[in-house]
C-alpha cells in the first residue's frame, strides 16, 4: 500500500541502547557466567589443581554435604552475616542520618569517616593484628591490662574482634547510602510534622525511617552477600581459629582447595556460596516488595 501524497512516513530510529550495553554484557559472561559454569563443572571432578582432571560424579558433593565442617561453617558465616548486620546497620542509618544536615564540619567529618573503606581488607587485618597482639601491641605499649588480652586466642574475644573490623571497615560504605537516602526525602514531610509538634525523634521514627525502607533493603542486600566473601580479613587475623571458631565457607573453600589441594570439593562449596547468596538476594528482594517507589510517601 503506497503512501498518500504529501505524507512522509515516519521512521523509528534505530536504539542504541543494546549496543551500549553489549560490552557491559560482554564482560558480565566472560568474567561471571564463564567461570561460574566451569566451576560448576569442576564440582564434579577430582583434581589436586596441577594434574589431570578426572570426572567422578557426585562424589565430591557427597564428601562435602556429609562433612561436619560444612555445618560449622555454615553457621559461623551465618552467625558473622547476622552479627555484623545488627551492629553495622543501625550505626550506618544513624552517621548517614547525621551526615545528610548542612552544616559545614559534617562534609568533612563525611570524608574521614570514609577513609577505612580506602584501605585494603589485608593491611587493616595486619594493623589490627599487630595492635591486638597481648605481648608488642597497643596494649602492652601503653601498659593497659584491659587492652593486654589474647583477642585472637579465644573463641569467643576473634569472633567479637572479627565483627568489630569489619564494622569499622564498612560502616562508612552504608553511611554513605543511607546519607543519600536521607537526601532524597521531600523537605516538606518535615515541614508539616513541625507544624504538629513532632520533634526530631519523632520525626526520624515516623518519617526518615519509613522512607528509608527500599535503602534499608539495598544496603541489607549489599551487607548480607558481601559477609559471604569475607576471607581475607578472617584469613590474616585469625585462619579461622582459634579452632574452627571464625572458619567461615569462604575460608573452607580456600583451605580445602589451596592447602589440600581438594578443587572438587572446594569448587561444591564455592556453587554453595553461590546459591547461598543468589537465595538470600532474591528474599530480601522479595521482602522489598515489587514497587520500589511506593515508600516515596510511606512516612507521610
Known amino acids: 500500500m503506497s503512501a498518500l501524497p504529501g505524507t512522509t512516513r515516519r521512521r523509528r530510529p534505530h536504539s542504541a541502547l543494546p549496543w ?4 557491559a554484557l560482554v564482560l558480565f559472561v566472560g568474567f561471571a557466567v564463564v567461570p561460574l559454569v566451569g566451576v560448576f563443572a569442576l564440582s564434579f571432578t577430582t583434581w589436586d589443581g596441577i ?13 562435602v554435604l556429609t562433612d561436619p565442617g560444612l555445618t560449622h561453617a555454615l553457621w559461623v ?18 552517621l548517614g542520618t547525621f551526615l545528610a544536615g548542612r552544616q559545614r564540619y559534617r562534609a568533612v567529618l ?26 608488642f601491641g597497643l596494649g602492652a605499649g601503653l601498659d593497659i591490662q584491659a587492652l593486654s588480652r589474647d583477642w585472637l586466642g579465644r573463641p569467643g574475644l576473634a569472633f567479637g574482634v572479627v565483627i568489630f573490623v569489619v564494622s569499622w571497615q564498612f560502616i562508612p560504605f552504608h553511611s554513605l547510602i543511607y546519607q543519600g537516602g536521607v537526601q532524597q526525602i ?19 521514627f515516623s518519617i526518615t525511617l519509613p522512607q528509608l525502607k527500599y535503602t534499608i533493603i539495598t544496603s541489607s542486600t549489599l551487607m548480607v552477600v558481601g559477609s559471604l566473601t569475607f576471607f581475607d580479613l578472617i584469613f590474616i587475623l585469625t585462619e579461622g581459629g582459634p579452632g574452627d571458631a571464625t572458619r567461615v565457607l569462604a575460608l573452607d573453600m580456600y583451605k580445602r582447595g589451596f592447602q589440600a589441594s581438594l578443587m572438587g570439593p572446594a569448587s561444591v562449596i564455592a556453587v554453595i556460596l553461590v546459591l547461598v547468596g543468589l ?12 514497587n520500589a517507589g511506593a515508600s516515596q510517601l510511606e512516612g507521610a
Not at 77 to 94: E, G, H, K, N, Y
Not at 113 to 131: C, D, E, Q, V
Not at 281 to 288: E, I, K
Open 77 to 94: 558465616t551465618f552467625l558473622v552475616m547476622a552479627v555484623s548486620w545488627a551492629v553495622q546497620t543501625p550505626l550506618s542509618i544513624l
Open 110 to 135: 563525611g570524608v574521614v569517616y570514609f577513609i577505612p573503606l580506602m584501605l585494603s581488607s589485608a593491611a587493616i587485618a595486619l594493623a589490627y593484628k599487630a595492635l591486638l597482639d597481648p605481648n
Open 51 to 63: 594434574g589431570t582432571i578426572r570426572a567422578t560424579g557426585l562424589t565430591s558433593w557427597r564428601k
Open 279 to 290: 537465595g538470600l538476594a532474591l528474599l530480601l528482594r522479595r521482602l522489598g516488595g515489587r
Open 20 to 23: 551500549l550495553a553489549t560490552p
Open 186 to 204: 521531600p523537605k516538606s514531610l518535615y515541614e508539616a510534622a513541625q507544624l504538629d509538634g513532632a520533634g526530631r525523634v519523632r520525626q526520624f
